[in-house]
């Protein structure tokens, strides 16, 4: 299935497009898209039967804003450097084991929504990602396998970067990761069973309708299943978390002097295969 959230900020409605690409309501058998409906088979299996029989309520998607498909998110975990061809436009080597950076789940916006420039930065940056969503508890797992099988599906996210903040300015990768509007998530959300292969999936980047990114998750260096057995040695994922598993290569910061850092005005569009596309224009905060 593709969950989705519609309406305005603070008030979307849970909705899901059918095997026609029609928007449905959900709003009439479930309360939200979030870590409670991903844990709840039987919610799930309400949900799948409601759209097989094509009984729900038809919205029109015309002037209505998509929000984030995932509410009341616990926290988000990323992945850093977790691309060869990333690590190898940056002169990085691959790290030996995953590297680790929280983003605030307040940081999240919809596909479509203005993303804010912060005051003061010269090195904003974008970052194309595939977004994993839990599904069920995951503590001290004990393989790759089971780290799969506890993932509900999967998002595309916007991991929005101040590069001078991040690396430069001491202590923390946090500080560039976390600034207001920097977490695009959807359009929607992919139930795992609509993406057999997360090793699989092409993603793509354009920067004012020039393609910078064009990468496949098959270039992950911690495939999926290994980063949610690896996290769970560390921390316990709950359902609603979301692990973004790092970027392929092409991003700013990668590029020759002048890198072509985004300055307000900029428009950024990306999409993963299976995941839908978003897009982004840069406004100063």
Known sequence: MKLLRVGPVGAERPAVLDQDGI????????????????????????????????????????????????????????????????????????????ILFLKAADTVVGPDDTVLIPRGSVKTDWEAELGVVIGSTARYLESAEEGLAHVAGYVLVNDVSEREFQIERGGTWDKGKNCETFTPVGPWLATADEIPDPQALGVRLWVNGELRQDGTTADQIFPVGEVVHYLSRFMTLHPGDVVITGTPGGVAMGRPEPKPYLRAGDVVELEIDGLGRQRQEFKDA
């Open 23 to 98: 928007l449905r309501d959900l709003s009439g058998l479930v309360a939200d898209v979030d870590g409670a409906l991903l844990a709840d088979d039987c919610a799930l299996s309400r949900v799948r039967a409601a759209v097989e029989a094509g009984s729900l309520p038809v919205l029109d998607p015309e002037g209505l804003r998509t929000g984030a498909p995932l509410g009341r998110i616990g926290k988000i975990v990323g992945i850093g450097l977790n691309y060869f061809g990333h690590a190898a436009e940056i002169g990085a080597e691959p790290p030996a084991e995953p």
